[in-house]
């Protein structure tokens, strides 16, 4: 039997290369993003290359979306092994005076509510089959902080704390819960956004002379649901090139 794999924001970047990392892997992928579109793309994607996986519309953000989904993910595959919780963003830049709450609690919903929202939901099947990976997703800036970013960082900074408790908690019921921090990485989002100049500024602060790409990050999230991983618990794992190094 295959094991199942519910990712969060797997319609694009990180999340697609994870989502693809781990169906080469031979697991059964849930797709989950606001972008169905971009769902049902990276779906097909996974089809033609020979793996399995689903497409399914989710605003992590919203408790009964979250609830609905998880419950209708274990009522037809039977279980859930690995939940990659990827669905975040830091939507503005800006000076903290300049935020308004509206923007701050949107910020913190995408990325902290709505990684204890899938984790709330997820986490009772885990301990029920007394198995299973859990995988939060933070980000340089919630060690070191970020001008201009500041709700990002501090809800980066809670999903760190969030995951160590978390697996604690859940310990004793063989699941486990570890945290990926990626750096600077080449998202379609960010490079989007960012010009050839700023990115060649970028790399002559990283000790390994480039930005990631997504494929780096998927590498972690997939040995982090190895049994070779299997002793690792409530710790946070840096992928950043060296920029970081806690």
Same mark, same amino acid.
């Given at each position: 039997?295959?094991?199942?794999?519910?990712?969060?924001?797997?319609?694009?970047?990180?999340?697609?290369?994870?989502?693809?990392?781990?169906?080469?892997?031979?697991?059964?992928?849930?797709?989950?993003?606001?972008?169905?579109?971009?769902?049902?793309? #990276?779906?097909?994607?996974?089809?033609?290359?020979?793996? =399995?996986?689903?497409?399914?519309?989710?605003?992590?953000?919203?408790?009964?979306?979250?609830?609905?989904? @998880? &419950?209708?993910?274990?009522?037809? =595959?039977?279980?859930? !092994?690995?939940?990659?919780?990827? &669905?975040?963003?830091?939507?503005?830049?800006?000076?903290?005076?300049?935020?308004?709450?509206?923007?701050?609690?949107? #910020?913190?919903?995408?990325?902290?509510?709505?990684? *204890?929202?899938?984790?709330?939901?997820?986490?009772?099947?885990?301990?029920?089959?007394?198995?299973?990976?859990?995988?939060?997703?933070?980000?340089?800036?919630?060690?070191?902080?970020?001008?201009?970013?500041?709700?990002?960082? &501090?809800?980066?900074?809670?999903?760190?704390?969030?995951?160590?408790?978390? $697996?604690?908690?859940? $310990?004793? !019921?063989? #699941?486990?819960?570890?945290?990926?921090?990626?750096?600077?990485?080449?998202?379609?989002? @960010?490079?989007?956004?960012?010009?050839?100049?700023?990115?060649?500024?970028?790399?002559?602060?990283?000790?390994?002379?480039?930005?990631?790409?997504?494929?780096?990050?998927?590498?972690?999230?997939?040995?982090?649901?190895?049994?070779?991983?299997?002793?690792?618990?409530?710790?946070? *794992?840096?992928?950043?090139?060296?920029?970081?190094?806690?």
């Amino acid at each position: 039997m295959k094991r199942v794999a519910l990712i969060t924001g797997a319609g694009n970047g990180i999340g697609r290369a994870v989502a693809h990392r781990m169906a080469a892997g031979g697991m059964a992928v849930v797709i989950a993003d606001y972008d169905a579109q971009g769902a049902e793309q #990276v779906q097909g994607e996974i089809a033609a290359a020979g793996g =399995q996986a689903e497409a399914l519309a989710l605003d992590v953000t919203k408790a009964r979306e979250v609830k609905a989904l @998880v &419950a209708d993910v274990e009522k037809r =595959q039977g279980r859930i !092994d690995v939940l990659a919780n990827i &669905a975040g963003g830091s939507f503005y830049t800006k000076r903290m005076e300049e935020f308004t709450w509206a923007e701050w609690r949107q #910020v913190l919903d995408t990325n902290l509510k709505g990684t *204890f929202l899938m984790c709330r939901e997820v986490a009772p099947i885990m301990k029920r089959q007394k198995s299973g990976r859990i995988l939060n997703t933070a980000s340089n800036y919630g060690i070191t902080g970020s001008p201009m970013r500041t709700p990002y960082s &501090a809800a980066k900074a809670g999903i760190i704390a969030f995951t160590k408790s978390l $697996a604690l908690e859940l $310990a004793a !019921d063989g #699941v486990l819960v570890n945290t990926v921090a990626p750096g600077p990485t080449d998202t379609p989002r @960010v490079m989007g956004k960012e010009s050839p100049e700023a990115r060649k500024q970028r790399w002559s602060i990283i000790p390994l002379g480039r930005t990631g790409q997504p494929e780096d990050l998927a590498e972690m999230f997939y040995y982090l649901t190895t049994p070779e991983s299997a002793w690792m618990t409530g710790q946070t *794992f840096h992928v950043n090139g060296g920029l970081v190094t806690p």
